[in-house]
């Protein structure tokens, strides 16, 4: 029996469906893109996403973004799928053949292309990691599938949404609610169409690394940390202890559970994919890097420092003493990510994101200021509970004073667009004090655009 986990391409031509939009197939920008992935010829690439910017098409990612978002360019290898992946090599160790299609890192720009290939898979089940500002290419493409495999849908959107997808859906046999590792498990073994619940892994060391066979699996790299291709993206932990409102996988996806790996079973897959696959960096793309106490911290670091690859990690700005970011530093760290969203105090309180309880504003100017070679990208929000156009002017002014500016190497940040999304904390408030009329309309749920927290603002 064969389970294909799947990623559908994710491409929009402005506010179209996949099932009318023949401009995708028609396009001949997207006919250069397509043929360039493989040619890699970077004037073709640069002259025709300079075209593709003006052209109305969105390319958006999907699997493994805990923040789902579009773009006016290609965007390309992005997010390792890692519930993805770590599903396909639990199966895989309980017998079954898998495997992993990844169509946004595979860089393909055809619904057409992408269901003729699956189809030559001949899964019995093709799994669909769905996401709530792509749930209508979701929904189209599982009917798609349908007509020559059995369908699961799974993912963070149906932990609210999946008995109104079941009802909707009927060509789509099962409903993988929040993390499916264990539940693609038991839905492959039992075959019952229907809701499966989740049952989230405590212990990530228990079960088999994440699975990379597959065809695009060397090509994922986080930019925003610069290090040497290929970039190895692997877990040191899943889950986070803190409880930001917005913050969507740690409620829908783990159920507020979180699970910290032993640095030497962290070591020791990094070992095999460096051997394996030839991987020359490290991104830890924790939900929050430095958690699980400082001496594990350390332990980690011994490990990381005999490895002697350059690493990055995205983590937060209290959750380490002074003296262990030194001894990050002196391990390899390079490049560190931190969750700011603001430096107003009464928009963190607004949502529970608690860095207003420390000084972290002083551990940044540290860090900024000891350790000049080391990448630091903070992520920044807009449109968050309690912001005002001032508060948010201010914050771009504490992130000048600092030295920070988009796109430059050593400090830079990023400015994303505060997204309700269901399950979340943010998402249940707003439908008490909005209605859930209000908070219906999915393709305002993209991170990078205006977002249905802006219609609240009007």
């Not at 992993?100 to 003729?116: G, Q, R, T």
């Amino acid at each position: 029996m064969k389970v294909v986990f799947v990623n559908p391409p994710v491409v929009r031509f402005g506010d179209s469906s996949p099932e009318h939009d023949s401009r995708l197939d028609s396009s001949l920008s997207l006919k250069i893109l397509s043929f360039n992935k493989y040619n890699k010829i970077d004037l073709l690439n640069r002259a025709v996403s300079h075209l593709v910017q003006d052209s109305g098409f969105r390319f958006g990612v999907r699997a493994g973004s805990r923040w789902p978002f579009t773009m006016n360019v290609p965007i390309g290898a992005l997010h390792y799928p890692f519930i993805m992946a770590y599903a396909a090599s639990y199966l895989k160790s309980e017998g079954f053949e898998v495997n992993l299609i990844d169509s946004v890192a595979d860089e393909e720009y055809s619904y057409k292309n992408f269901l003729k290939n699956l189809k030559k898979e001949k899964a019995d089940i093709v799994v669909i990691e769905c996401s709530t500002p792509t749930i209508d290419i979701d929904l189209w493409m599982a009917k798609e599938i349908s007509k020559f495999s059995e369908v699961a849908l799974a993912g963070p959107h149906l932990v609210s949404q999946a008995e109104l997808l079941k009802k909707q859906n009927p060509w789509i046999k099962y409903f993988l609610k929040g993390e499916y590792i264990k539940s693609s498990l038991l839905m492959a073994k039992s075959r019952k169409s229907g809701i499966y619940d989740s049952e989230v892994v405590k212990n990530l060391d228990e079960i088999p690394f994440a699975f990379r066979d597959y065809a695009s699996s060397k090509k994922y790299y986080d930019s925003t940390m610069p290090t040497p291709k290929p970039q190895l993206q692997v877990y040191g932990s899943k889950g986070c202890p803190f409880r930001c409102t917005y913050c969507m996988w740690p409620s829908t996806m783990y159920n507020r559970i979180v699970a910290i790996r032993e640095p030497k079973k962290i070591a020791k897959e990094i070992k095999l994919c460096v051997k394996k696959y030839g991987f020359k960096s490290i991104f830890f793309d924790d939900d929050t890097f430095n958690v699980g106490g400082n001496d594990r911290m350390l332990e980690l670091c011994k490990e990381l420092k005999k490895i002697g690859l350059p690493w990055t990690m995205m983590g937060r700005l209290d959750c380490s003493p002074l003296e262990t970011y030194e001894k990050m530093v002196d391990a390899g760290c390079v490049g560190m990510r931190f969750g700011v969203e603001s430096f107003d105090p009464i928009v963190l309180k607004n949502i529970n994101k608690a860095l207003e309880r420390s000084d972290f504003v002083k551990t940044l100017e540290h860090l900024s200021t000891k350790y000049p070679q080391v990448m630091i990208h903070l992520t920044m929000m807009k449109d968050l509970p309690g912001q005002t156009e001032e508060s948010h002017k201010r914050d771009i002014e504490i992130l000048k004073k600092l030295g920070y500016f988009p796109g430059t190497k050593f400090r830079n940040f990023q400015l994303s667009s505060c997204v309700p999304f269901p399950g979340t904390e943010l998402y249940a408030q707003l439908e008490k004090e909005k209605g859930k009329a209000a908070l219906d309309k999915f393709s305002l749920y993209d991170g990078s655009k205006d977002t249905v927290m802006k219609t609240f603002k009007k």
